[in-house]
């Protein structure tokens, strides 16, 4: 498995849609794989494949690690998902790997139901609340070429942009890591 690099934004394949998965075969497998590993590397929540600069429609979502290493009972990992059902109001703190360092409030669906593939092809659905229906709503966004702040008021967003492309700076010159640890991130 490797270790995917994250793209950042504005890089244009965040804002493109991605593009359904025909066939789930080994090399779509090996690609689940190394988006899960990039997820848990980066200690994320979520991630979704044009993150990684890839417009196939899959992510990866774990909002409950175990406490033992390697455990991973809480992953789902879903190919060409859709949210298929909202219900009720929810507003969440979010971060994204794809935004180093910026935390903003969200308005979301409370619940979603969500059907998609799993890694072997196979139709599933995925019912969340709270965080789990934050998190697919987030990574489905992701797919769909929508980025958290956009789902802000225009002032917070310009807000939000100008701390973030702060920190962009002091990344690109140098001065602080891409990702930090600290508290997962969708």
């Not at 190394?34 to 429609?57: C, F, I, K, P, S």
């Not at 360092?101 to 979301?108: A, I, M, N, Q, T």
């Not at 019912?127 to 002032?155: K, P, T």
Request: charged fraction near 30%; include cysteine; aromatic fraction near 4%.
């Amino acid at each position: 498995m490797a270790v995917l690099d994250i793209s950042l934004y504005p890089d244009q394949v965040l804002t493109t849609p991605g593009s359904d998965v025909e066939t789930v075969d080994e090399d779509t497998r090996r690609f689940i794989d190394d988006l899960t590993e990039t997820m848990y590397t980066l200690n994320g929540v979520g991630l979704a494949a044009n993150q990684v600069n890839d417009l196939r429609r899959i992510c990866v979502i774990d909002t409950r690690p175990g406490d033992q290493p390697g455990d991973r009972s809480g992953l789902l990992q879903l190919v060409n998902p859709r949210i298929v059902h909202r219900q009720g109001h929810v507003r969440w703190e979010e971060g994204c790997l794809s935004f180093p360092d910026l935390f903003e409030s969200v308005d979301r669906a409370a619940k979603v139901r969500v059907e998609a593939l799993d890694r072997e092809g196979k139709p599933i659905t995925v019912e969340g609340e709270e965080l789990l229906a934050v998190a697919l709503q987030h990574e489905i966004d992701h797919l769909d070429g929508v980025v958290f702040v956009d789902r802000m008021s225009r002032l917070k967003r310009k807000m939000a942009l100008k701390r973030y492309y702060r920190t962009l700076e002091s990344i690109k010159s140098g001065a602080r890591p891409v990702h930090s640890e600290g508290k997962g991130v969708l």
